[in-house]
Each structure stands twice: as C-alpha cells, then as structure tokens.
C-alpha cells in the first residue's frame, strides 16, 4: 500500500522519514495491520493482507469490513452479525478489543481462524477518527486448543481419576472428577502426599509399592487396590495403575490412574458372605435333616439362625398335637438373658405370635412400643420378626434397637423357616410310619398270641376235659366232671381275655379328658378287691380313651390283688410326665422285668398270662410307655410316661 492515506496533510520532510520507518516497522510485523474509518473503510492495510484475507493491501483498500466475499463466521461455524465484528465493536463502542476470534474463507487457504484485536483512534475532538487492527492466523493454535479442549472433556468424563506424583510423594496434577461416579468423593489431594489419605491397613503396602516403582526405574508399572479415604470419613476401594515417567516430558513424574472399583468390592464381600452363609445353611440343615424329634430339630434350628443369619435374640416355640397352644422349646442365650422364661401362646391368650401362627403370616415389627395385643407390654424388644413354621410352630427374633430388621431380613427367615418346616414334616412322616409299622407289629404280635393262645392254652383245656369227661363216661362217675367244668371255665376265662387283647392293640385315635379319679372308682366296682386299700396321691386328668384306659387300672389292681393278697394297698399317683401305680405285694424280680408283659407270662396256676400283656397295649395304643419297677414298700411300681394332662 505505501501511500499516504486519504484525506490526510502532505508530510513535511522530517514527517516522511518517520512515516518510511513506520511502514519498515509494519512490514516485519508477522501479522494483518487495517486502519478502519468512522464509515467502516479499510484505508490502511499492510503486505501481510494478501496472507490473511485473501486480497492485497491495494484490493483491501476498496473494501469495507463487512464485505460479503470474506464470509467471516463465529469460530463454531454460525454466521455473525455486522453488528458483532470487532471491526463495528470498536467504531460502535470506543472500547479495544482483544483477541476476538472468527473464521474467514480464504480464497488460497480455505477455511482459516483468525484472531483480531483493535484499538480506536480518536480526533482531537474526542471523537472517534478510525480504529487499527492487528489480525493474526491462529487456526494450528486453534485446532490444537480445541483438541486440548475435547481432550479434557474426555478426562473430566472418564470414570478414572489421573494424578501425577513427583518422586517425593507429592501430587502435583490431579484430573476432575465429573465424570466419576457421584457416589464417591475422591479428596484433593495436589500439594500433599495421599499415604495418609490410604486405609491403614493398606497404607504400608502402598508405601511399599512406591519405593519399589522408584528403583524400578522409567516406565515400570506397578497394579495395585486400595482404600481411600473420602471428605466425609468414610473409605472406598479404588484400583490404581501406576508408571514411572519421572524425567520424561511432559509427565515428568509418577503417573497414576485410578479406578472406582468400590461396588465390585462390595460384591465381592457380599459374593463372600454369600458362599459362607450357603455353607453353612448346607451343614446346618444337613444336621436338621439328621435330627430324629421335634425338639432336637428345634434346638438345630435355633443354632442355624445364630450361625447363618447372625441374629443372636431368637426363640422357636412348636405347636401341641391338636395345633391349640405353642409351646416354648428352644431360645438362644441373648434372649433368655432379656426375656427370661418364654411364654405359652393359644388362642385364649394376647399376643402378637398367636395372631401370626394363626393366620400363617410372616410379620415385620419395627417399634413395639406402637403395637397392640403383646403378650408382654413391658418387653425390651424393640423391632421383632414373627414367622410362622407352617403348623409346626413359630419363630420369633428380637432386637432392642427400633427398626432393626429389613424386609430380606424377613425373606431370609422365611426362606429357613421353610426348611425347617420340611424337617418337621419329615419328622412327623417319620413318625406316622413308624406309628403304622407299630400297629402292625402290635398286630402280628396280637395274631401270634392269638394263634398261640388257641394252639397252646386252649387245646390243653380241650385235652384236660375230653380226658375226664372220657372217664367220666366209662366210670358213670359224675364227680370226674369237675375238673371239666374248671378246664371250661378257665377256657372263658381266656376267650375273654383274648378278646380283649386282640380289642385293645388298636391304635386310639379318639381322645377325650378323662379324671383318673373317676375311672378308678368305676375300676373297683368291676375287680373282687374286698380287703384291698386303694389311695389316689395326685387327682388329675388326662387325655385318653376312658374305656381302654380302664382296662389298663383293673389289670393292674387285679394283678395288684392277686399277687398282693387281700390286704395289699395300691396308689396311684402322678410323676413328670405321667401315672404309676405302686403296690405293697411282693414285687417283680429284675430278671422277669424284661418278660412280665409277655403274652402267657403268669406266675399263677389260674392266670391267663395276659392282663399285663392287654396293659402294655393299651399303653402303647395310646402312644405312651409302661415300665415296672420295684415300690418304696418293695412292691412293683409300673410307670405310664408320654401321658399329655389337661
């Protein structure tokens, strides 16, 4: 361009000298100078024009700033509005401009940043004469920043966290954490060593592994997990992967990149937790599975809901036969200790465990304080869990803390309660089946006394009365039928007998209470005991068959009598878990304990040899036991047990 710019004083000699050196000065600087008037012209632009806009600085004269050929754009690519130039900013406003960036097409160079700052140039009025602007190509710089830029972006949404460590410990760079789980709160740790900020119990390796990456020379790496301690106290697991670029730009120092791996951990632990307490639940209800009564399960089942679920307050209560009252078995040591003795539950009585039993509902109990119908206002149980073991029983866990219990607490105890109710009903099937093969060797037993009775007792009879009556017949002597009539009435007498026994090795399956006192007294009326002395110690009542368990009595008083004499006294009485009936005769000898309820046993010539038999089958008909040993007065002592009182 060179000129002098228009409207502008012919310069005096000195003025051209300094106006040469001007123009030298803005030759050698590396970027577009324009000198813009109030209107808008370009009235001045040096050599670097062509490089920038695409024009000379001749061309570059005849255009205004706004000229549609340069199709100037925000940096994003949108077009900019005439108003928003920094060319129109300055003019418009008075105020510079600095480094305002836009793109322009260039003719040679296609689409090129350029970066714009300006001055005004005011009149000696104040007002604004034109504005001079230096423009500069920025387009390498630009993509380079905008790389950067995206670069970041991508760390700040990285779920790995990067720091850079200098060989002293000390984190010089440490990267954002946007892009990390919101969940965890990594510290800012740049300035300070982060071993403090490592678990203590993982503090020493991680110490250990930096020293080592230090001698390992450049470029070693080293993987390793750790805790970490967040702002608010609490730790998280994180994995780390460390290499040694001390030395080496632009990382020079330990770059470390670390990962939440704090919910993979948590699932490990609970992956862990879980296969124990799978473990566990196998052994422990392979022992339910080996237990071979109601309690013993019970106390098996107890112990697995202290070692497989880790609740230390439980209890296991099991239902009666007939399903009307729960009846405490097993409690663990903490809750005896706050509880005490466990309570009964039925139908008559308040409480919370009935109610559950009752309509088969697992229940959930956060604050007792706020619950009506417990059968203990004054429990230290805060939150309970109730569940019900079908219509075997019912477990109950207790805390003294409100809302100790959440709703997998409740399904993990359901899920046990299930077993155990199989076990139960295992148990019970068990029972049934050995009842049945009871029965039916009670039955055999009863066709072989049968079978023996007739084979045995009553073809001796036979033998004895077709003898005399033989002799009777040849001899004409009527006195030799005698010993036929007793042989016939001893016959009856065994008929009778058997009849009985074949009656009573039935299984009772009905039941009723029955006042012992009451069947007694109906007993004496039946057995020849004139001279005897009958003392009931205990009157209670009992549930039973009150015909069979009448045979039970007159067998015993008759056996009583009949080997006592006259003057014998009998007692009955209760013990723990039943009857017995003690007498003052002369008692039954160790060695015939074992044989005295056999069929035929008698130690008398008139004896069938088998009330003793038709009492034990009554009792085990019952369901009971009977053994005999010997009275405080030296007598015999037969003892019922198993008996259930009302």
Same mark, same amino acid.
Request: net charge negative; proline share 4%; with cysteine.
């Given at each position: 361009?060179?000129?002098?710019?228009?409207?502008?004083?012919?310069?005096?000699?000195?003025?051209?000298?300094?106006?040469?050196?001007?123009?030298?000065? !803005?030759?050698?600087?590396?970027? /577009?100078?324009?000198?813009?008037?109030?209107?808008?012209?370009?009235?001045?632009?040096?050599?670097?024009?062509?490089?920038?806009?695409?024009?000379?600085?001749?061309?570059? /004269?005849?255009?205004?700033?706004?000229?549609?050929?340069?199709?100037?754009?925000?940096?994003?690519?949108?077009?900019?509005?005439?108003?928003?130039?920094?060319?129109?900013?300055?003019?418009?406003?008075?105020?510079?401009?600095?480094?305002?960036?836009?793109?322009?097409?260039?003719?040679?160079?296609?689409?090129?940043?350029?970066?714009?700052?300006?001055?005004?140039?005011?009149?000696?009025?104040?007002?604004?004469?034109?504005?001079?602007?230096?423009?500069?190509?920025?387009?390498?710089?630009?993509?380079?920043?905008?790389?950067?830029?995206?670069?970041?972006?991508? !760390?700040?949404?990285?779920?790995?966290?990067?720091?850079?460590?200098?060989?002293?410990?000390?984190?010089?760079?440490?990267?954002?954490?946007?892009?990390?789980?919101?969940?965890?709160?990594?510290?800012?740790?740049?300035?300070?060593?982060?071993?403090?900020?490592?678990?203590?119990?993982?503090?020493?390796?991680?110490?250990?592994?930096?020293?080592?990456?230090?001698?390992?020379?450049?470029?070693?790496?080293?993987?390793?997990?750790?805790?970490?301690?967040?702002?608010?106290? /609490?730790?998280?697991?994180?994995?780390?992967?460390?290499?040694?670029?001390?030395?080496?730009?632009?990382?020079?120092?330990?770059?470390?990149?670390?990962?939440?791996?704090?919910?993979?951990?948590?699932?490990?632990?609970?992956?862990?937790?879980?296969?124990?307490?799978?473990?566990?639940?196998?052994?422990?209800?392979?022992?339910?599975?080996?237990?071979?009564?109601?309690?013993?399960?019970?106390?098996?089942?107890?112990?697995?809901?202290?070692?497989?679920?880790?609740?230390?307050?439980?209890?296991?209560?099991?239902?009666?036969?007939?399903?009307?009252?729960?009846?405490?078995?097993?409690?663990?040591?903490?809750?005896?200790?706050?509880?005490?003795?466990?309570?009964?539950?039925?139908?008559?009585?308040?409480?919370?465990?009935?109610?559950?039993?009752?309509?088969?509902?697992?229940?959930?109990?956060?604050?007792?304080?706020?619950?009506?119908?417990?059968?203990?206002?004054?429990?230290?149980?805060?939150?309970?869990?109730?569940?019900?073991?079908?219509?075997?029983?019912?477990?109950?866990?207790?805390?003294?803390?409100?809302?100790?219990?959440?709703?997998?607490?409740?399904?993990?105890?359901?899920?046990?309660?299930?077993?155990?109710?199989?076990?139960?009903?295992?148990?019970?099937?068990?029972?049934?089946?050995?009842?049945?093969?009871?029965?039916?060797?009670?039955?055999?037993?009863?066709?072989?006394?049968?079978?023996?009775?007739?084979?045995?007792?009553?073809?001796?009879?036979?033998?004895?009365?077709?003898?005399?009556?033989?002799?009777?017949?040849?001899?004409?002597?009527?006195?030799?039928?005698?010993?036929?009539?007793?042989? !016939?009435?001893?016959?009856?007498?065994?008929?009778?007998?058997?009849?009985?026994?074949?009656?009573?090795?039935?299984?009772?399956?009905?039941?009723?209470?029955?006042?012992?006192?009451?069947?007694?007294?109906?007993?004496?009326?039946?057995?020849?005991?004139?001279?005897?002395?009958?003392?009931?110690?205990?009157?209670?009542?009992?549930?039973?068959?009150?015909?069979?368990?009448?045979?039970?009595?007159?067998?015993?008083?008759?056996?009583?009598?009949?080997?006592?004499?006259?003057?014998?006294?009998?007692?009955?009485?209760?013990?723990?878990?039943?009857?017995?009936?003690?007498?003052?005769?002369?008692?039954?000898?160790?060695?015939?304990?074992?044989?005295?309820?056999?069929?035929?046993?008698?130690?008398?010539?008139?004896?069938?040899?088998?009330?003793?038999?038709?009492?034990?089958?009554?009792?085990?008909?019952?369901?009971?036991?009977?053994?005999?040993?010997?009275?405080?007065?030296?007598?015999?002592?037969?003892?019922?047990?198993?008996?259930?009182?009302?």
């Amino acid at each position: 361009m060179g000129g002098i710019p228009p409207g502008a004083d012919a310069p005096n000699q000195g003025d051209r000298g300094r106006l040469h050196e001007l123009q030298q000065v !803005l030759k050698a600087v590396p970027m /577009t100078i324009l000198r813009i008037d109030a209107d808008g012209r370009i009235v001045y632009a040096n050599e670097h024009a062509q490089k920038h806009l695409g024009v000379d600085s001749t061309e570059a /004269t005849n255009r205004t700033y706004d000229d549609t050929a340069w199709e100037l754009r925000a940096t994003d690519g949108t077009p900019i509005a005439d108003e928003e130039l920094p060319f129109a900013r300055v003019i418009a406003t008075g105020e510079p401009v600095d480094g305002l960036r836009h793109r322009i097409q260039h003719p040679d160079r296609g689409d090129r940043v350029l970066e714009v700052s300006g001055v005004p140039v005011f009149d000696d009025a104040d007002e604004i004469e034109s504005a001079v602007f230096a423009i500069r190509d920025v387009t390498d710089q630009h993509e380079r920043e905008q790389e950067l830029e995206r670069y970041r972006e991508f !760390l700040s949404q990285s779920p790995d966290i990067t720091l850079v460590i200098d060989e002293d410990g000390v984190v010089q760079y440490q990267s954002g954490t946007s892009g990390v789980d919101t969940t965890f709160e990594h510290p800012e740790l740049v300035g300070e060593t982060p071993f403090e900020y490592v678990h203590p119990d993982d503090r020493d390796r991680i110490r250990d592994d930096f020293e080592a990456l230090l001698t390992a020379g450049v470029e070693s790496t080293m993987q390793t997990e750790y805790r970490i301690q967040q702002p608010d106290g /609490t730790y998280r697991w994180l994995a780390g992967r460390a290499i040694n670029y001390l030395g080496m730009d632009p990382v020079d120092g330990i770059l470390v990149v670390t990962r939440d791996i704090h919910q993979r951990k948590v699932t490990e632990t609970k992956l862990g937790r879980y296969e124990r307490t799978i473990r566990e639940l196998q052994e422990t209800t392979q022992r339910l599975l080996e237990t071979d009564d109601p309690e013993s399960a019970a106390i098996v089942a107890l112990e697995g809901i202290k070692s497989v679920f880790n609740f230390s307050t439980s209890g296991i209560w099991l239902a009666n036969e007939d399903r009307t009252r729960l009846d405490p078995i097993a409690m663990s040591e903490q809750g005896a200790s706050l509880i005490g003795s466990q309570p009964t539950y039925a139908a008559d009585t308040e409480s919370l465990s009935w109610d559950a039993y009752e309509s088969q509902t697992a229940t959930r109990i956060d604050d007792m304080t706020s619950q009506h119908g417990r059968a203990n206002p004054d429990t230290p149980i805060r939150s309970e869990l109730i569940v019900p073991i079908g219509e075997f029983g019912l477990v109950n866990i207790g805390s003294t803390a409100v809302g100790d219990f959440s709703d997998d607490d409740l399904r993990s105890v359901q899920i046990w309660s299930n077993t155990v109710e199989s076990a139960l009903a295992r148990l019970e099937q068990i029972n049934q089946l050995q009842e049945r093969e009871d029965a039916l060797t009670r039955e055999r037993d009863r066709l072989d006394d049968f079978a023996s009775i007739i084979s045995h007792d009553l073809r001796n009879m036979l033998n004895v009365a077709e003898g005399h009556l033989g002799v009777a017949k040849t001899q004409e002597d009527i006195s030799k039928l005698d010993p036929v009539d007793r042989a !016939l009435s001893r016959m009856d007498d065994i008929m009778d007998d058997t009849l009985t026994l074949a009656r009573q090795g039935e299984t009772v399956d009905e039941r009723e209470p029955v006042d012992i006192s009451v069947v007694i007294a109906n007993c004496l009326n039946v057995i020849d005991s004139e001279g005897a002395t009958f003392n009931i110690e205990d009157e209670c009542s009992i549930m039973a068959d009150p015909d069979r368990l009448a045979h039970v009595f007159e067998n015993l008083f008759r056996n009583a009598v009949d080997h006592g004499g006259s003057d014998v006294t009998v007692t009955v009485g209760r013990t723990d878990d039943g009857l017995y009936v003690a007498d003052t005769g002369p008692g039954v000898s160790p060695e015939d304990r074992d044989t005295i309820f056999d069929s035929g046993y008698t130690t008398r010539e008139e004896g069938t040899g088998l009330g003793l038999r038709i009492v034990e089958q009554v009792v085990e008909a019952h369901g009971w036991s009977i053994t005999v040993t010997e009275s405080e007065a030296g007598g015999a002592r037969f003892e019922i047990s198993g008996v259930d009182f009302v």
